[in-house]
């Protein structure tokens, strides 16, 4: 079930004020494990930094990989409710390729789709239910995806395990946030022994785009 979690970011002091003309729509969408909360969580707390009214909404798959996982992001000067309807999305971030292919009817006319290039065999596949779809990458393209490999770049950085931190670096480009506030937030949320990885890996992400 969906359920709002945006009571306490831990709002930073000094940070840039940011205007927003109307609000934005951001939607991660992937599969349990893949670390798509964490990423919603960080950008809640650089858009509390800049003075803005956030609000999240998370659907939990199942715990275990495959369990489809989708968090919607709504900030701006007063966010009246959490809906994204399709077609409402001004960015939309998917973890896993099939998962965009789902999400792709979230995205508005001149919104932003950034895909990682991964493919995670969803279960109706593996018990012999379903097939894959065919011609991802086609399709990805005739979107105007922008496709990202951030399972490897986390990997080239010595931290697998910070795929979403780079999709979080693709992110950022498409928001009016300072890179700075970005790394703060990083700083404060990840575990004292991953922050250089992880700054790394959202440095990489921002580059990759």
């Known amino acids: 079930m969906p359920h709002d979690t945006s009571t306490n970011y831990g709002v930073a002091e000094g940070g840039a004020k940011v205007t927003l003309d109307e609000t934005k729509t951001i939607l991660l969408v992937g599969v349990g494990g893949q670390g798509t909360i964490l990423a919603g969580q960080l950008l809640a707390m650089v858009a509390a ?30 966010v009246e409710s959490m809906i994204c309807d399709p077609g409402c999305a001004d960015i939309v971030v998917a ?29 109706p596949v593996n018990i ?17 995806a922008t496709v990202i490999d951030a399972g490897g770049i986390a990997r080239e950085v010595g931290s697998p395990r910070s795929t979403n931190v780079v999709l979080v670096g693709a992110l950022s480009t498409a928001l ?25 890996a959202f440095a990489r992400g921002r580059a990759a785009v």
């Open 176 to 200: 009016p946030f300072a890179e700075t506030e970005w790394e703060d937030a990083i700083r404060r949320r990840v575990p004292p022994k991953t922050v250089d990885a992880n700054l790394a």
């Open 95 to 123: 973890f896993e390729s099939i998962e965009a292919l789902r999400a792709q009817q979230f995205v508005r006319e001149g919104g932003r789709l950034f895909v990682n290039d991964e493919r995670i065999t969803p279960v």
């Open 49 to 78: 930094d800049a003075g803005l009214d956030v609000k999240v909404s998370e659907i939990h798959g199942m715990s275990q990989r495959g369990g489809s996982v989708s968090t919607i992001v709504r900030v701006g000067q007063k």
């Open 128 to 144: 012999g239910v379903c097939q894959m779809p065919e011609g991802i990458d086609e399709k990805l393209a005739a979107i105007d």
